[in-house]
T-cell receptor, first 112, second 114 residues
Framework: NAGVTQTPKFQVLKTGQSMTLQCAQD?????MSWYRQDPGMGLRLIHY???????DQGEVPNGYNVSRSTTEDFPLRLLSAAPSQTSVYFC???????????FGDGTRLSIL | AQSVAQPEDQVNVAEGNPLTVKCTYS??????LFWYVQYPNRGLQFLLK??????LVKGSYGFEAEFNKSQTSFHLKKPSALVSDSALYFC????????????FGAGTQVVVTP
């Protein structure tokens, strides 16, 4: 099993550009989440999904969109990139509410 | 609302000595508590969890944690630290009623010296 796969691993954008961070899992997990990690702030939840077709906002959703058309994929879209969105982004999945999350290796995003 | 605090930015310990990483939490209902470890340029890896049952939870790589309801704490411990335990450790909490929303602490960097 590949687990949780995030692409790309690195990306540099200019302010105002848009892009999509990809996340795919092959474990048939219902729950998926996107986090951003910034120094000294831990992980902050951006958006999450409890199943295909169902998404909800987390702690820091502004500037990001998500969709969940399949169980496997949960892409994160940056609508108009801003320097404040420079961060490391992690996607995670888990099978049930009480189970631990499986994390991808992250996407390191720089906005110039 | 739920929150979690890791009061120490960094913990330094000599190899072979006991290791403790502190975590306190606040939730409105019953807590689900997790510890994760992160190595450089990698995602988080699960160590252990408390959902219900025994207050002492044993996890991967010799780690354990004790759930203390009265002190709202869930400290991570290892009796004898290894140099390879040097990493960033995160405590996470979820209220039993909050579905997908986990709250992570800021992380504690553990440095184990030979």
């Amino acid at each position: 099993n590949a687990g949780v796969t995030q692409t790309p691993k690195f990306q540099v954008l200019k302010t105002g550009q848009s892009m999509t961070l990809q996340c795919a899992q092959d474990m048939n997990h219902e729950y998926m989440s996107w986090y951003r990690q910034d120094p000294g702030m831990g992980l902050r939840l951006i958006h999450y999904s409890v199943g295909a077709g169902i998404t909800d906002q987390g702690e820091v959703p502004n500037g990001y969109n998500v969709s969940r058309s399949t169980t496997e994929d949960f892409p994160l879209r940056l609508l108009s990139a801003a320097p404040s969105q420079t961060s490391v982004y992690f996607c995670a999945s888990r099978p049930q509410q009480n189970q631990p999350q499986h994390f991808g290796d992250g996407t390191r995003l720089s906005i110039l | 609302a739920q929150s979690v605090a890791q009061p120490e930015d960094q913990v330094n310990v000599a190899e072979g000595n006991p290791l403790t990483v502190k975590c306190t939490y606040s939730v409105s209902g019953n807590p689900y508590l997790f510890w994760y470890v992160q190595y450089p340029n990698r995602g988080l890896q699960f160590l252990l969890k408390y959902i219900t049952g025994d207050n002492l939870v044993k996890g991967s790589y010799g780690f354990e944690a004790e759930f203390n309801k009265s002190q709202t704490s869930f400290h991570l411990k290892k009796p004898s630290a290894l140099v390879s335990d040097s990493a960033l450790y995160f405590c996470a909490v979820r209220d039993a009623d909050s579905w997908g929303k986990f709250q992570f602490g800021a992380g504690t960097q553990v440095v184990v010296t030979p």
